[in-house]
């Protein structure tokens, strides 16, 4: 389990550099700029929420012992 939520994390960041890419700073509310912006948000709460789990797993295992 540790290993899969190390790869979605990856491939969540995978998905923000490439969102990145797609941004237009002169018009970021505009167009593609817009869904590469939610896209980046999208991901960003993905990161988070994996981490929450992570934490999680760890404090289960230390409560465990």
């Known amino acids: 389990m540790k290993v ?3 790869v979605l994390i990856a491939l969540a960041l995978g998905l923000i550099i490439f969102n990145i890419t797609l941004l237009d700073f ?7 700029s ?3 912006l939610i896209g980046i948000a999208a991901s960003l709460c993905a990161i988070c929420i ?3 789990f992570r ?3 760890i404090i289960d ?5």
């Open 61 to 65: 295992e230390k409560t465990r012992e």
């Open 50 to 52: 994996l981490l929450i």
């Open 4 to 6: 899969f939520t190390y």
């Open 34 to 36: 817009m869904v590469a």
């Open 55 to 57: 934490m999680s797993k």
């Open 26 to 32: 002169s018009n970021l509310f505009e167009g593609n």
